[in-house]
């Protein structure tokens, strides 16, 4: 097993305009991002030897457009968590010794659709024969199937869900890169349009152009880098299923079971030792299953937590500090995001900085409920 | 009922034919595990419970109850918004996604755990949908009579 802070993250960037950004194709908004990331580690091209990157922007198309040639490539993608399994892939091929320096890069026209990724149907998929012919349209319309039961099950109430809007609107307010930086209240949640019943518009992740990129090399070698490094102490990595229809628990996502307690195990860590998380949020309950599929709560108890401020500015665990896919930015694959933030945070660097942060969890998942990747941060060395 | 045209339509595989058969003849099928007994759905020549190759079709009671739903707002091809998109939880264990016909597409008719009979609604001559209706005697609040 690699020891916890083997590899660092030693470069973090985003590309230079997130939200809307007319004027780039999804491939440039790759580029543009890790070029950044090379700037922010003084690196050149030539010293990228391993690339990961997801989805139609294979790592192929990517390596040929950068003019990289990496002796090791991760293709993997599960969706919007893959930059957490490439974290934790590449952490192992580093410390296997497949390559040095390791560049994973995002970069998708979500909003603006300039060679945008095509989601094509495929009738004869098992998702295609048993769930679209119910009139599905994307993630708004699959992804709160569960949460009605979730609701039942706990008497979680609408309100509840609400908060997790008007919290993270708290913590974009003080992003000025931020798409929504207005605050919000529950009633101005509750009374934005319907969108697919019980979520409303402001309980659903934004729709935005951008990208990001990270650079890893081994531990050894991150200090001397311009910026400090942000450690990897341990990461997880699951799948459950492409149907949501299908998870085995309406209530908890077994993907984010499995990643969540495999990266805490292999940190060494307790929850009591997190300073900052960020949780995923395509949609409102996703930071409630995910504080309690990680352990930070018990079931049924995270819609409380939210609501009783905990994750709020100034709570005990602050939570989506950038303003989250509700208010910050969301591409369609918005885990590159998370991580960037925990990267800032780690660094001290972030807009809406939390004092002291030692350990960040940044938890991705891709899909609805399909997959899941956890990456726990550290600012020093253990 | 007939259906509104612009639905996605499924195709069967070789794996899932029995099940579109079965609809199309008024059955729901579902496969049972002759090994472990296990109870699955989506089809598949094989159970996903312990890997035995030694499964068997069987007929299903098509009685279920409403497990989640949404309700979509938005215009899709096929679909007068608002309508629920539905898991139903079949007696038998498995779940599956559906829609709920007879049935006003409100909050307050659609109650977790009321129960469901299957509606088979043909959708062409190959292909009929396994949808879900209010069962006798538990008639949606709301619903007309």
């Known amino acids: 097993m690699i020891a916890p802070g083997s590899v660092a993250i030693v470069g973090a960037a985003e590309s230079t305009r997130i939200g809307v950004v007319p004027d780039m194709s999804q491939i440039m908004l790759h580029a543009d991002a890790a070029l950044n990331a090379l700037a922010d580690t003084g690196l050149k091209l030539s010293d990228i030897d391993g690339l990961a990157c997801v989805g139609p922007m294979m790592p192929q198309q990517i390596a040929h457009y950068l003019g990289i040639t990496p002796r090791w490539v991760d293709g993997t993608g599960v969706g919007g968590c893959s930059f957490m399994l490439h974290v934790r892939h590449a952490a192992a091929a580093i410390h296997a010794g497949y390559c040095n320096t390791v560049l994973i890069t995002h970069g998708e026209s979500g909003r603006s659709r300039i060679n945008g990724t095509p989601r094509p149907a495929e009738p004869q998929s098992l998702g295609g024969q048993f769930e679209s012919p119910f009139g599905p349209a994307g993630p708004p319309s699959l992804f709160p199937i569960p949460v009605l039961r979730y609701m039942k099950t706990y008497g979680i109430t609408h309100e509840q869900l609400a908060m997790v809007a008007v919290v993270q609107r708290e913590w974009s307010s003080k992003n000025p890169r931020a798409a929504q930086r207005d605050l919000v209240s529950v009633e101005d949640v509750l009374n934005s349009r319907m969108i697919a019943y019980p979520f409303r518009l402001l309980q659903c992740c934004l729709v935005t152009d951008g990208g990001g990129a990270l650079i890893l090399t081994s531990a050894d070698r991150a200090k001397d880098f311009p910026q400090k490094p942000a450690y990897i102490l341990g990461t997880g990595e699951s799948v459950e299923t492409t149907m949501v229809s299908q998870m085995a628990d309406f209530t908890s996502s077994r993907a984010f079971r499995v990643a969540g307690s495999e990266a805490f195990r292999m940190a060494g860590i307790k929850h009591a030792d997190v300073d900052h998380l960020m949780i995923y949020d395509a949609f409102a309950h996703l930071p409630l299953f995910g504080l309690e599929d990680l352990g930070f709560v018990g079931r049924g108890e995270a819609g409380h937590f939210i609501e009783e401020r905990n994750t709020a500015p100034g709570g005990k665990l602050p939570m989506n500090t950038n303003g989250g896919g509700l208010s910050y930015t969301h591409t369609g694959m918005y885990g590159m995001f998370a991580l960037q933030e925990s990267v800032r945070q780690v660094r001290g660097t972030a807009p809406a900085q939390v004092p002291d942060v030692e350990i960040s969890v940044a938890h991705g998942v891709g899909g609805m409920f399909s997959s899941s990747g956890t990456v726990v941060l550290g600012r020093d060395r253990p | ?145």
């Open chain 2, 1 to 145: 009922m007939t259906l509104q045209a612009g639905r996605a339509r499924p195709e069967p595989t070789p794996e899932t034919q029995h099940f579109w058969d079965g609809t199309r003849a008024g059955e729901l099928r579902l496969q049972r595990c002759d090994a472990c007994a296990k109870t699955y759905f989506p089809p598949r020549p094989f159970c996903p419970a312990c890997g035995s190759r030694k499964v068997s079709v069987f007929r299903a009671s098509g009685r279920g109850r409403l497990f989640s739903y949404i309700i979509h707002h938005r215009a899709v091809p096929g679909f007068t918004p608002p309508y629920a998109i539905a898991v139903v939880e079949l007696a038998e264990g498995p779940r599956m996604m559906t829609n709920i016909v007879d049935c006003p597409q409100t909050p307050e008719a659609l109650q977790l755990d009321m129960p469901l009979e299957v509606a088979f609604t043909p959708m062409d001559e190959q292909i009929t949908l396994a949808l879900f209706r209010p069962a006798p005697g538990n008639k949606a609040q709301g619903a007309k009579a």
